[in-house]
């Protein structure tokens, strides 16, 4: 049998504008899918009878990119991740079954963690009608902290560059890792999920239309742009203050691209005087808010008095790994 594990993520700074070449800032968490692989008599996903339709990460992965035509397999999922609500479970899927598959097919041959990186990035395109950030993959691949942009991004090492043909022309990203500070003991980051589902497709599908309809709503996008680059300079200093203060900022500009919902907006509201700072993180319409915290207890019980289910992690956590 072989396993894998891949982690989830949060966006901290910069969602729905990276679709649109400006960066983001995301950060790998300790709560992640985890996969196990066997050969067997029959196709079996989840201890069911494999159906691509349900799973079609699985199916492109396995046929698209790996041609696999081998014996049946029974794949075991296991993941902590509250499932389309922005925390990249897709991704996290992809790149544990990615890395589990090269360990049974290629037995000898080291994981390459960009190329897992990337064929994560198309499986999700594929899904969500050619439209998909490199973000959620690369922060689950690489682990830490990666800043997805479309041009250079000071201060950071820059990792692989990547790009992909959406409905609105082709799209390029550099993927680049952020040094986070020494001095993070004692800071948290908090995900507050809403119980409610968001399907990143439709989301990213809703901000198009608006911006097609109202083309003023880019001024969004480029003050998404400036609190990200200002929010990822905080971080690398290690001034979380000032980190929140730009998540808080950024939760407005996401609400005017209509793109937060009253339950995120109630979830970020009761964390205020417990965190530095609060903001939805991932598609929104639903899904997950994000704290940053010294105080993750405290946080976590105003997210479920507000009727969210809380879930604590480190900051940056470890990349995709075969167990
Ligand atoms: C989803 O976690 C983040 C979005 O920016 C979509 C994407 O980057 O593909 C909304």
Redesign the pocket.
Known sequence: MIEAFAPGKC?LF???A??YGHP?VAMAIDQGVHVSIKKSEEWRVGGEKFDPSKHPHISYILHEIFSYDGEPLDIKIESQLFSAA?L?SSAALSNAIGAALHKMIKPNEELDIVKLAKLGHSA?AAV?EG???P??TAASALGGCVVVSGEPVKGTEHIFDTELITPEGKRSWSIFKSALPEKKEGIWLILGFTGESSP?GK??AGVADLLSRVPSKKNEMDAINEITIKGLDALSRGDFEAVGLAMDECHKHLRNLNVSSDSLDRLVEAVGPYSLGAKMT???GGGCMVAISRDPQRVSEQIEIAGGKPMISRIGSKGVKII
């Open positions: 966006i910069g969602e729905h990276v679709v983001a922005g990249g999700e969500q439209r998909a950030s973000t959620d990143t989301m990213v991932g598609a929104g």
